[in-house]
């Protein structure tokens, strides 16, 4: 995917992505201009239609970054750290992290999976915000048909552009989440079709198909 015009990052307020790099340079150049434009065009979807679908103001997740692959070490959560080879929405701090390299395993595949990760986990903390009556029990899978429903609200209001492949490469990632990554527990993230059903629920009903 890419971003269709070059916005001011300045604009995103806190909500920046921290650039990461590691040491070995094994992460791909492009993966870090990825993740910003992913966290530029979620929060922008997200603060252009919040008020279409629940009350009071968009406020958006402090973004903290990658983790991981010789960066730092995962941030702390509540009162233990988030794991590695993993991707958070710590509710206590209101933050988003993700392990830098669990990225790079999945953007080796394809640039499709930064935007997934990086929708669903602030599809949580969208969760976080909204009433309670809003968010099923199957958190997960409501993370997933959201993450959906933005990346491609973000493709009709013209933020982002799907690429050739992009499609392709989202099921694959929900795929492998669901199945292959060790931190995925298919009884808490839906099983491999169940997650693409979810998601591409969100694709064609938007926000508001996703609520409970
Ligand atoms: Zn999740």
Redesign the pocket.
């Given at each position: 995917m890419a971003l269709v015009t070059v916005f001011c990052l300045l604009l995103l307020g806190h909500a920046q992505a921290a650039t990461a790099a590691t040491a070995s340079g094994r992460v791909p150049d492009d993966m870090n201009q990825d993740i910003k434009t992913a966290v530029y065009a979620v929060n922008r979807y997200w603060a252009a239609h919040w008020r279409q679908y629940f009350p009071g103001y968009y406020r958006p997740p402090y973004v903290l970054g990658a983790y991981g692959g010789g960066l730092r070490a995962a941030p702390v959560c509540g009162n233990s750290r988030v794991a590695y080879d993993n991707a958070v929405y710590c509710p206590y701090g209101d933050y988003i992290a993700w392990d830098i390299t669990l990225m790079a395993g999945g953007y080796r595949a394809g640039d499709a999976w930064v935007y997934l990760i990086i929708a669903?986990?602030w599809a949580?903390a969208v969760q976080n915000r909204i009433p309670s009556r809003f968010v099923p029990a199957a958190k997960?899978l409501q993370?997933d048909c959201l993450a959906g429903a933005v990346l491609s609200g973000a493709a009709r209001d013209r933020t982002l552009v799907f690429e050739d492949g992009d499609v392709g490469e989202l099921r694959a990632a929900l795929r492998a989440l669901a199945d292959d990554t060790p931190w995925t527990d298919t009884g808490d993230?839906g099983n491999a079709r169940q997650r693409v059903n979810a998601f591409t629920y969100g694709t064609r009903h938007g926000v508001r198909g996703c609520l409970a």
């Amino acid at each position: 995917m890419a971003l269709v015009t070059v916005f001011c990052l300045l604009l995103l307020g806190h909500a920046q992505a921290a650039t990461a790099a590691t040491a070995s340079g094994r992460v791909p150049d492009d993966m870090n201009q990825d993740i910003k434009t992913a966290v530029y065009a979620v929060n922008r979807y997200w603060a252009a239609h919040w008020r279409q679908y629940f009350p009071g103001y968009y406020r958006p997740p402090y973004v903290l970054g990658a983790y991981g692959g010789g960066l730092r070490a995962a941030p702390v959560c509540g009162n233990s750290r988030v794991a590695y080879d993993n991707a958070v929405y710590c509710p206590y701090g209101d933050y988003i992290a993700w392990d830098i390299t669990l990225m790079a395993g999945g953007y080796r595949a394809g640039d499709a999976w930064v935007y997934l990760i990086i929708a669903h986990e602030w599809a949580h903390a969208v969760q976080n915000r909204i009433p309670s009556r809003f968010v099923p029990a199957a958190k997960e899978l409501q993370a997933d048909c959201l993450a959906g429903a933005v990346l491609s609200g973000a493709a009709r209001d013209r933020t982002l552009v799907f690429e050739d492949g992009d499609v392709g490469e989202l099921r694959a990632a929900l795929r492998a989440l669901a199945d292959d990554t060790p931190w995925t527990d298919t009884g808490d993230h839906g099983n491999a079709r169940q997650r693409v059903n979810a998601f591409t629920y969100g694709t064609r009903h938007g926000v508001r198909g996703c609520l409970a």
